[in-house]
């Protein structure tokens, strides 16, 4: 990707198709290079799915290098333990703790643990 200088006045833009999370992620990257980013989206609006969305730490770290780390340093949630069940009948398959690695996460627990 190369942004081509136009005529002289004109602003060159480096358009980017999506606005997910890749796009915005290289936009942001970009604009801490000195390009200016044009992110082109298809979809109308970003609307909620009901999902949460789990962030490991070398993701932490991209998005605090970004300086996108404001969000998730106020709402997220440690998880403490990785739970796998049954989709019919929820029973536990298997279960383990996070919680010795947990501990060093900069996160702020979860409400729900103890
Ligand atoms: C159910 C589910 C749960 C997930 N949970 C997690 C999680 O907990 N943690 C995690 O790290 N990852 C999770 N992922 C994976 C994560 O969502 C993807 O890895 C990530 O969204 C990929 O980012 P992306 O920008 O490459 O693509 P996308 O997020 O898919 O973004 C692509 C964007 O490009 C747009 N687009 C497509 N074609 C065009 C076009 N021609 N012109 C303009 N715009 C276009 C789309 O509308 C979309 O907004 C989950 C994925 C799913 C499906």
Do not use: C, H
């Not at 980013?37 to 770290?61: D, S």
């Not at 949630?77 to 929820?90: H, N």
Request: glycine share 14%; hydrophobic share 45%.
């Amino acid at each position: 990707m190369g942004a081509d200088a136009g005529q002289a006045g004109e602003v060159a833009l480096e358009p980017l198709a999506g606005g997910g999370t890749g796009g915005l992620a290289t936009a942001i990257a970009l604009r801490k290079a000195g390009i200016d980013p044009l992110v082109l989206e298809q979809a109308p609006a970003f609307t909620a799915i009901g999902a949460g969305l789990g962030l490991y730490a070398n993701a932490m770290k991209a998005l605090t290098y970004l300086g996108a780390d404001a969000y998730w340093r106020e709402t997220a949630a440690r998880i403490d333990v990785s739970e796998q069940r049954g989709l019919g009948d929820d029973q536990l398959i298997t279960a383990s703790s996070l919680a010795p690695r947990a501990d060093s996460a900069p996160a702020r627990r979860a409400r729900s643990s103890p």
